[in-house]
T-cell receptor, first 115, second 116 residues
Framework: DVKVTQSSRYLVKRTGEKVFLECVQD?????MFWYRQDPGLGLRLIYF???????EKGDIPEGYSVSREKKERFSLILESASTNQTSMYLC??????????????FGPGTRLTVL | AQSVTQLGSHVSVSEGALVLLRCNYS??????LFWYVQYPNQGLQLLLK??????LVKGINGFEAEFKKSETSFHLTKPSAHMSDAAEYFC??????????????FGRGTQLTVWP
């Protein structure tokens, strides 16, 4: 069965802290994605990666960076957390790089609060 | 870029009633379209997708959607709502050209409430 796991369900951090959100998939998927979800705004793409060490900016990359050193793991980094980054963060993966018909499989999400 | 509009951020129906969730898309090329569902405190899961085969697509849990090119729509329906259908529903369109091939553009979501 398909599995995407995220390191934490809930996280509380302070303004200015460096924050790491980890995502792991066990399906040998090529594509991985990071979204943030806010009420009334739907899902907005932060970054995605279609191969190890490759990354593409999404719609709202400012204040975030990513790392993909291994195929199964995709990390989202908040270099200096701010209160406007309080949100739900969702990771997803899909099988084949740059194939537009593929289903994306989602993790359960990390609810991040920045105080 | 592609875009998706979901009409109605909240929809309420009685148990047993028809469910209709509306989605319109904007795309300069033939689109691939998806409906995802999010139950409380969970990630999203795929309900169904249109990838240019049959225009009427059947999904899980009795849901279906019809692709109408002339109306640029992909509305989601279910003949008879069940309490377990209460969730948030997202329509999405896939980017199918260029360097960002395969990424999704999501609508803002529709929260479905089912009354007993």
């Amino acid at each position: 069965d398909v599995k995407v796991t995220q390191s934490s369900r809930y996280l509380v951090k302070r303004t200015g802290e460096k924050v790491f959100l980890e995502c792991v998939q066990d399906m040998d998927h090529e594509n991985m994605f990071w979204y943030r979800q806010d009420p009334g705004l739907g899902l907005r793409l932060i970054y995605f990666s279609y191969d190890v060490k490759m990354k593409e900016k999404g719609d709202i990359p400012e204040g975030y960076s990513v790392s993909r050193e291994k195929k199964e793991r995709f990390s989202l980094i908040l270099e200096s957390a701010s209160t406007n980054q309080t949100s739900m963060y969702l990771c997803a993966s899909s099988f084949v790089a740059q194939r537009s018909t593929d289903t994306q499989y989602f993790g359960p999400g990390t609810r991040l609060t920045v105080l | 870029a592609q875009s998706v509009t979901q009409l109605g951020s909240h929809v309420s129906v009685s148990e047993g009633a028809l469910v209709l969730l509306r989605c319109n898309y904007s795309s300069s090329v033939p689109p691939y379209l998806f409906w995802y569902v999010q139950y409380p405190n969970q990630g999203l899961q795929l309900l169904l997708k249109y990838t240019s085969a049959a225009t009427l697509v059947k999904g899980i849990n009795g849901f279906e959607a019809e692709f109408k090119k002339s109306e640029t729509s992909f509305h989601l329906t279910k003949p008879s709502a069940h309490m377990s259908d209460a969730a948030e529903y997202f329509c999405a369109v896939s980017e199918n050209r260029g360097s960002t091939l395969g990424r999704l553009y999501f609508g803002r979501g529709t929260q479905l409430t089912v009354w007993p």
